[in-house]
């Protein structure tokens, strides 16, 4: 029964990847991105289609996301048996503790790209509000976090505000 867990753990896992790639395809050939093919391909790009290409993209990393830590947990578990005749809650501790540091890094990492993608898109089409600097590392590894709903919220209530 386990062994069939394990299965479906790592089926999951490849159809998440299977799908992030099926939506970077979608949005490739849908926005002409790709390559950078003859300027007649290109669509023009409103701030609907941005938010949908968002929350599709959120969707699929998160998808990506679950289907990785529960294929992470997988790998934990099958480390905990065969050690079972050693201190694994020591071990255990040490396995859970450099998951929790690589999760906050990658939300940091997460957190600091869409606040990248956002001022790049939003610089690029909306020229007469251009910033001088533009902070693209947190001081603070929280700090995107906190002020990128706060940005996507006031930008879906019709007003561009620079966050």
């Known amino acids: 029964m386990e062994e069939h867990e394990d299965v479906d753990v790592w089926s999951n ?57 529960n294929a992470s947990m997988t790998i934990v578990s099958s480390i905990e048996k065969q050690v079972s005749g050693r201190d694994v809650e020591n071990e255990a501790d040490q396995l859970k503790h450099k998951v929790k540091t690589v999760r906050q890094t990658i939300r940091d990492r997460q957190a600091v790209l869409d606040h990248e993608a956002l001022s790049k898109f939003y610089s690029a089409h909306n020229p007469r509000h251009t910033r001088t600097s533009l902070q693209t590392t947190p001081q603070n590894p929280s700090q995107f976090e906190s002020e990128l709903p706060q940005c996507m919220l006031s930008s879906l209530l019709g007003g561009l505000i620079w966050c």
Do not use: I, W
């Open 13 to 69: 896992f490849e159809k998440s990847v299977t799908y992030m790639k099926q939506v970077t395809a979608l949005y490739e050939s849908t926005f002409g991105c790709k390559g950078g093919g003859p300027s007649s391909s290109r669509k023009t790009v409103t701030k609907a289609h941005l938010d949908e290409a968002y929350n599709q993209a959120q969707q699929a990393l998160e998808l990506l996301a679950s289907n990785l830590l």
